[in-house]
């Protein structure tokens, strides 16, 4: 672990410390968040449609040096930012239309469509797949917050009575308390849209997966049910399941699984949850259902670890399974995933055997040299080639490779602290958050879909927001 990365987590660890000691003393609470800013932005979702390509960007706010009383969720509209990058295009010497330059930026007020006030310290975003609830986690609230989104809302920018009056929110994002726009319980308004059944509930939450219920239970009557696994930094993992009023309801919680998790992630095919650790190790978790009730209840049960073999890896920090295995060397009924270690910096390609009671290694297949302090991991695929795009905080840079050879086709840097990254493949590109700039960096990814296309054509288009230079933490 380098001594940046280190230090940046002990800066979040000691922060988010003093938040929750704070939390029952609110003499000096800080100032209202203002509306429409970006402030220390980490984590990043596109909106799931049905139809057409996706409308909106959500994107989370930390507040991470406690300027304000609480973080956001922004939600922009990509029709906006298209209008205005098309309005940055330049004819090249050819006369065709060419993307504008780094210079080219979406002013926040064009392109927001609605924001809510969310907890502090938000560390993972995740979308139900209807696309009507974001669930967000937190390192300082051991509480799930949900938002709901009404895909029917406009996605223009927040309403005006007149061209001097303040803005008024939009029915875009929307809290359990209909007459409020603070969701979660980081303030003293909102409400706690999560119910106990006598478990408690693990603090500090470095991430988290929804999907659908049915998954888990193989029952058609929960198709429209979702359940949420969240990873905590304190060694432990918890399970919500919608209960009958769409209400997420802890389950079960499983603890003392050791050294910080960084990721959870879900196998399709042993449906196994898998824990990404700061060492070599991939915690596997299993579900038992209770199927003896009218809804379905679940529990976590501890299933055969996975040690890396063939390559000397550790600090893992994001992990994701492929829909589709690449390559060659794949057994039936193995899974592939990839991983981000750290030690060292590579973004690592492994066959996973199935099965909760084998002797179980993740055989690794590849491994691709990534830049230093490996962040997040996103899959996406432009002109029918599979790409993973991973963020190196450390390395302030963002790597997009090719998954069919785990080669780097590209390198995105001089950013300021990519963190968060999404991709829009109806747009062909990639959204990333710059962490200590405070905005949104747009990459067009277009010319990848050759697979002769230049590492340079990959570049940052946009920037959604105005950097600001980090302040010193109070």
Known sequence: MSARARHFDAILTTLALGATLSACDLENPGSEAPVGSLYFPNALVISNETEGAPRFLFVASTNFDLRYTSGALHAFSLDAIDRRINECAVKDELGNDKLGAETCTVELAEALADEVFIPTYATALAIDPD??????????????????????????????????????????????SAQSRYCGTGTTNGVDVVTLDGLEQPQAISDLIIGRLSELTGDPADEQRDYVATAHQRGAVSLYLDDD??????????????????????????????????????????????????????????????????????ELRSIAFLKEPVGLGVAAGESQALIIANDPSALVLT?????????????????????????????????????????????????????????????????????GVAFDEARERLYATDFRSSVIRIVDLSQLASPTAAPESVRVVATLGRPRVVQELK
Request: charged share 20%.
């Open 131 to 176: 696309g009507k609830r974001i669930v967000v986690g937190s390192r300082t609230e051991e509480r799930l917050t949900t938002v709901n989104v009404n895909l029917d809302a406009d996605d223009g920018a927040f309403e005006r009575v007149n061209p001097t009056s303040a803005r008024v929110a939009s029915d875009l994002l929307g809290c359990e």
């Open 245 to 314: 009023e769409d209400s997420l309801v802890l389950s079960s919680v499983i603890e003392g699984l050791g050294r910080t998790p960084t990721s959870i992630a879900r196998d399709p095919i042993s449906g196994l949850f898998h824990v990404a650790l700061r060492s070599n190790v991939l915690l596997r978790l299993g579900v038992t259902i209770d199927t003896t009730s009218e809804l379905a209840g679940a529990s976590l049960y501890n299933a055969t670890a996975v040690t890396l073999v063939g390559g000397t890896l550790s």
């Open 351 to 419: 066959n996973v055997t199935p099965g909760a009671g084998s002797s179980v290694s993740g055989r690794v297949q590849r491994v691709s040299e990534i830049g230093a302090g490996g962040a997040r991991l996103a899959l996406g695929s432009i002109g029918g080639r599979p790409l993973a795009a991973v963020t190196c905080l450390d390395g302030r840079s963002v790597y997009i490779v090719d998954l069919t050879s785990m080669e780097t086709r590209a390198v995105v840097p001089n950013l300021s602290g990519p963190f």
